[in-house]
């Protein structure tokens, strides 16, 4: 796409857009989707979200009370998984099964633009409903998976040359982090657009909100406790375990440490998600088992409990904004733990709360997080941890609050919702102005249409 000058991007024609996000859950692909998709109807456009998945009690606020349009589509006929596996193919059918729904409605709601994340295999499709297609790469999907056997890379093989295919297919490409626009360039050789970094961003009215500490969902979260934070779906690749070690490590290494202290390991839980419900399990046991520490779980929703005062690590599942406010209020640091991490909207969350960070020194943090200033950029090390820990815990009020103050004026310059949606707007604008694909193009269109269907058909006759 040729750039415009800045006259052109600065303009402002109302534009239907339309959303295709998978699943509507709780994470922070799901926030960004939400905030860019309230954004740009606050500013004056008709937006409508598509997903395959939509739970009213497992979801953002925006996405459940009227605030935002949302249609369901691509359930009806492909699970999520097959005997919980063939996760990927399922979700291809349940993409495609959602882009014809949208397809076929499009004759009633004629978009403009199509913003698509997460998965790129819609697009061809999507391209004859004659609207410009926006898609953000979050990250390459081909490198969320490991390849440990070579049936495994058997089966991947033209699923990853489908994805490479069809994000080429795009009219515009943006990602969240220069971290994933290098990663995306050594993923995609064949592909010659240059992606543009959009930063993640947050509200910060969201944030400035007081909580009320009588409520019951607050209470249940109350200790007198000096608590250490971790903020993560429970997933496997997010390394929890990272935070779980250096915790008992810092506690093994001072004993007076373990009458006041808790970790709080909070974060997306899904009953439907077999890796959520494992690794749950897995946590547990590596904080009992291993290190001897006395643990406590509160399920979604659940605020009629009482947490032992001797809980050493508590887990939540799921929480609401409030609790995710409450925590970062109080909290001495967020221990984030990822490696790689893509972009990682919390991190900015907490240092616009003033609370300090201490993460993986990779991936996206990197940018977000000053090392020594807002917080810690550390090697994925659980005695290196647990050192940051300890520095934060004989830090004196003042030091905490000049980090704190340090992490908030971060975000406030760099991750303003505000530059977030200027920026939007400005390659949506510039996008409806831009050349259609030329004929050549819409030949590989057909052509890359015709393949992606075949090869779905191939897969379900497996």
Request: charged letters at 20%.
């Amino acid at each position: 796409m040729t750039t415009p000058e800045p006259s052109q991007r600065d303009s402002f024609t109302p534009l239907k857009v339309a959303f295709l996000h998978p699943d509507l859950g709780i994470g922070g692909a799901e926030r960004l989707v939400v905030d860019a998709a309230v954004s740009l109807q606050n500013l004056g456009h008709k937006v409508v979200m598509y997903t395959s998945h939509h739970d009213p009690a497992h979801c953002f606020e925006e996405t459940r009370d009227g605030t935002l349009k949302v249609k369901v589509g691509g359930n009806t006929i492909v699970p999520r998984t097959i005997l919980g596996r063939f996760y990927i193919i399922c979700a291809i059918f349940r993409n495609l099964h959602l882009a014809l729904s949208l397809l076929l409605l499009s004759k009633q709601d004629q978009f403009d633009v199509i913003i698509v994340d997460q998965l790129s295999v819609s697009i061809p499709l999507l391209r004859w409903t004659g609207a410009k297609i926006f898609f953000y790469c979050h990250f390459p999907d081909k490198l969320l998976t490991k390849r440990e056997s070579i049936l495994k890379k058997l089966y991947r093989f033209p699923v990853d040359r489908i994805e490479e295919l069809t994000t080429g297919m795009a009219d515009t490409i943006v990602v969240n982090s220069k971290f994933t626009a290098e990663i995306f360039k050594q993923s995609f050789k064949t592909l010659h657009q240059v992606p543009e970094v959009l930063y993640p961003s947050i509200q910060f009215d969201k944030f400035d909100r007081k909580v009320d500490p009588t409520l019951a969902e607050i209470k249940v979260l109350q200790s007198d406790r000096v608590s250490f934070l971790s903020v993560n779906r429970y997933e496997r690749k997010k390394d929890i375990n990272l935070a779980i070690h250096a915790f008992a490590r810092l506690l093994a290494e001072d004993a007076q440490d373990r009458a006041h202290l808790r970790l709080v390991i909070a974060g997306g839980y899904d009953t439907r998600v077999v890796e959520n419900v494992e690794h749950h399990q897995e946590l547990v046991q590596l904080a009992e088992k291993t290190h001897g520490l006395k643990t406590f779980t509160v399920s979604s929703g659940q605020n009629d409990v009482r947490v032992p005062a001797e809980t050493q690590v508590l887990f939540l599942q799921s929480i609401s904004d409030v609790q995710k406010l409450f925590l970062l209020q109080t909290a001495r640091a967020l221990l984030y733990t990822p490696t790689n991490e893509h972009f990682g909207i919390v991190p900015v969350e907490a240092m616009y709360m003033k609370c300090p960070v201490i993460a993986v020194n990779s991936g996206g943090p990197t940018e977000s997080i000053l090392h020594q200033v807002t917080g810690y950029l550390c090697p994925a090390e659980e005695q290196v941890w647990a050192e940051s820990m300890k520095v934060l815990m004989t830090k004196s009020e003042d030091e905490l609050r000049a980090m704190g103050q340090a992490g908030h004026d971060r975000v406030v310059g760099l991750f303003s919702l505000a530059a977030f949606v200027k920026k939007l707007n400005g390659v949506l604008q510039a996008l409806v102005q831009s050349p259609s694909k030329s004929s050549s193009s819409i030949g590989g269109i057909i052509v890359v249409s015709i393949l992606v269907v075949s090869l779905v058909l191939l897969y379900g006759r497996l």
